[in-house]
Nanobody, 123 residues
Framework: QVQLVESGGGLVQAGGSLRLSCTAS????????MGWFRQAPGRDREFVAH????????YYADSVKGRFTISRDNVKNTVYLRMDSLKPEDTAVYYC????????????????WGQGTQVTVSS
């Protein structure tokens, strides 16, 4: 069992930056593939980025490629999402997720989810 807690969300102007953090409980964090997803009001939850167990590979949704960076620190049991050049359309609740088996972009690839953190980008 893994518990995930996100932090770092907030209100930012368009063009600004935020860094989200997601800290996991347990001693097996480095065995999990980690992902970030987001859900805007009235829309389905969508994939943002994922990272493999030791961070050697990352993958991004086209909508955030070149602006967002996913990374992890396995000593701190934490995965990060650095978000630059933010746009109003990035406004959403951001969730981190852990997968035992898949480095995927589908919700069903992930076994554990955090509670989410709100990111609001004003124009």
């Amino acid at each position: 069992q893994v518990q995930l807690v996100e932090s770092g969300g907030g209100l930012v102007q368009a063009g600004g930056s935020l860094r989200l953090s997601c800290t996991a409980s347990g001693r097996t964090f480095n065995s999990y593939r980690m992902g970030w997803f987001r859900q805007a009001p009235g829309r389905d939850r969508e994939f943002v980025a994922h990272i493999t167990q030791i961070g050697t590979r990352t993958y991004y949704a086209d909508s955030v490629k070149g602006r967002f960076t996913i990374s992890r620190d396995n000593v701190k049991n934490t995965v990060y999402l650095r978000m630059d050049s933010l746009k109003p359309e990035d406004t959403a609740v951001y969730y981190c997720a852990a997968s035992r088996y898949y480095s995927g972009s589908y919700n069903t690839d992930y076994d554990y989810w955090g509670q989410g953190t709100q990111v609001t980008v004003s124009s």
